[in-house]
């Protein structure tokens, strides 16, 4: 599985963001999606993820009730999309999409996007 991450860049506090991770590659081995993200001296975060069977999510607590997180897949893609709105500077952080795959011979691995930074200023 690859990872390509897109969106972030520099936004004004109360804006709205999207940030998008496409998968490619034995995108059917991926049991979860998500994103975390990680700001200098600080553990990296999970922020939202959600399961491909049930599609169940999760929401850290600064988030919830101003994100959603979605999964789709089309034409060999499966994509994860956080949507953040009213946005504040506390989110400014580097955003990692993270696949979680697994098959009987291999077992569970993580799979990471290279990062993409998110800037809110004031």
């Known amino acids: 599985v690859q990872l390509a991450e897109f969106g972030g860049g520099l936004v004004q506090a109360d804006d709205s963001l999207r940030l998008s991770c496409v998968a490619t590659g034995d995108i059917f081995s991926i049991n979860n999606m998500g994103w975390y993200r990680q700001v200098p001296g600080k553990q990296r975060e999970l922020v939202a993820n959600m399961h491909t069977d049930g599609g169940s999510t999760y929401y850290v607590d600064s988030v919830k009730g101003r994100s959603t997180i979605s999964l789709s897949t089309n034409d060999g893609k499966r994509t994860v999309t956080l949507q953040l709105n009213s946005l504040k500077p506390e989110d400014t952080a580097v955003y990692y999409c993270?696949?979680?795959?697994?098959?009987?011979?291999?077992?569970?691995?993580?799979?990471w996007g290279q990062g993409t930074l998110v800037t809110v200023s004031s």
């Open positions: 993270k696949a979680v795959t697994f098959r009987h011979l291999t077992g569970t691995r993580d799979v």
